[in-house]
């Protein structure tokens, strides 16, 4: 069972940085092929992809955010990091994490956490 679980959402004011993180239960070598996706929803909005990073360590980004937020991995830790700065009104949502691995073309996804940003 693959558990993913958000941490580092708060509140901050327009211009500042947070970083949020996704930490997943499963072994290393499952976790080192992962891809790893951070979504985010604002209410009254649809989900939009922010940023990915492929198992390989390759990324992108939503045109939003490119330039703001860096997605990194750390694989000892089993851990996804979304540093995001620069941070905007219009960067308020809930931020999801999402994984694939295999072929089984499955994905989990974790609870989500909130991220206000204040102008």
């Known amino acids: 069972q693959v558990q993913l679980v958000e941490s580092g959402g708060g509140l901050v004011q327009a211009g500042g940085s947070l970083r949020v993180s996704c930490a997943a239960s499963?072994?290393?070598?499952?976790?080192?092929?992962?891809?790893i996706h951070w979504y985010r929803q604002a209410p009254g909005k649809q989900r939009e992809l922010v940023a990915l990073?492929?198992?390989?360590?390759?990324?992108n980004y939503a045109d939003s955010v490119q330039g703001r937020f860096t997605i990194s991995r750390e694989n000892a830790r089993n851990t996804v990091h979304l540093q995001m700065n620069s941070l905007k009104p219009e960067d308020t949502a809930v931020y999801y994490c999402?994984?694939?691995?295999?072929?089984?073309?499955?994905?989990?996804w974790g609870q989500g956490t909130q991220v206000t940003v204040s102008s």
């Open positions: 999402a994984a694939t691995y295999g072929s089984s073309l499955r994905w989990y």
């Open positions: 499963v072994s290393r070598s499952i976790f080192s092929s992962m891809s």
């Open positions: 990073i492929s198992s390989g360590g390759a990324t």
